[in-house]
C-alpha cells in the first residue's frame, strides 16, 4: 500500500493497495496503520466504522461538521463513486480548493479528508457501497450541508441526479453554510 498526497487539498492522502489477484478473485488490504502512521496520522484516532449503499445517480452531500470538524478515510468497497472535497479550512493553503475523484472497487484506493473539509459523492454504478473510517462519534447538533448545486462551487456532477435526502436538496448556499457554521 501506499500513501500519495492530494496537491489540491492539503492534508488529504490517497492510500493505493495493491490488490493480489487470481482466477477466485482478489484480496487486498484495505487498511494499514503503518502507512498511515508514515503520512503523520493517528490510525487509533478512528473511532467509528460506517456504511451507505447507493443506487445510481444517487448524490450524498456535501457534508461537514462544525466545531472541531471530522476526519475521515472513504473507500468505496463496491461499484463506483464521483468523490468530492471541498476545503473550507480558512487557515489552510488550499481553502476553498475542490478535488474530485473517482473511487471504485477496481482499485479499493482510499481517500483520507481532514477536518474542515466538506465532502459529498455521487454513485456512478446501479449500487455503491462506500465505507467510512470516522475519527468522532457523531453528533447530529454539528451536521452542515452545502448545496450539491452551488455555483461558486461549480461541481462537474457526472450524472442527472436521481434521488438525493431532504437535509442534502434543502441545504443552503455555500455562504449561507460557512455563515451557519461561523456561529
Not at 19 to 25: C, K, L
Not at 34 to 53: I, K, N
Not at 58 to 85: M, N, P, Q, T, W
Amino acid at each position: 500500500m501506499k500513501a500519495t498526497e492530494v496537491p489540491a487539498i492539503a492534508g488529504a492522502y490517497l492510500f493505493e493497495p495493491t490488490p493480489y489477484a487470481d482466477e477466485r478473485g482478489f484480496f487486498s488490504r484495505t487498511f494499514d496503520a503503518d502507512v498511515v502512521r508514515s503520512v503523520g496520522l493517528d490510525p487509533d484516532a478512528f473511532v467509528q466504522d460506517s456504511l451507505s449503499r447507493s443506487v445510481g445517480g444517487v448524490l450524498r452531500g456535501l457534508h461537514l461538521r462544525s466545531g472541531a470538524g471530522e476526519a475521515k478515510l472513504v473507500r468505496c468497497s463496491y461499484g463506483r463513486i464521483f468523490d468530492v472535497v471541498v476545503d473550507l479550512r480558512t487557515d489552510s493553503p488550499t481553502y476553498r480548493n475542490r478535488a474530485f475523484f473517482e473511487l471504485s472497487d477496481e482499485t479499493q484506493t482510499t481517500l483520507y479528508i481532514p477536518a474542515g473539509c466538506a465532502h459529498g459523492f455521487q454513485a456512478l454504478t446501479g449500487t455503491a457501497d462506500v465505507s467510512y473510517r470516522i475519527d468522532r462519534p457523531h453528533d447530529p447538533a454539528e451536521d452542515v450541508t452545502i448545496a450539491f448545486d452551488d455555483p461558486e462551487l461549480a461541481i462537474p456532477w457526472p450524472l442527472p441526479v436521481t434521488s438525493m435526502s431532504p437535509r442534502d436538496r434543502e441545504a443552503p448556499s455555500l455562504a449561507e453554510a460557512l455563515k451557519h457554521r461561523e456561529n
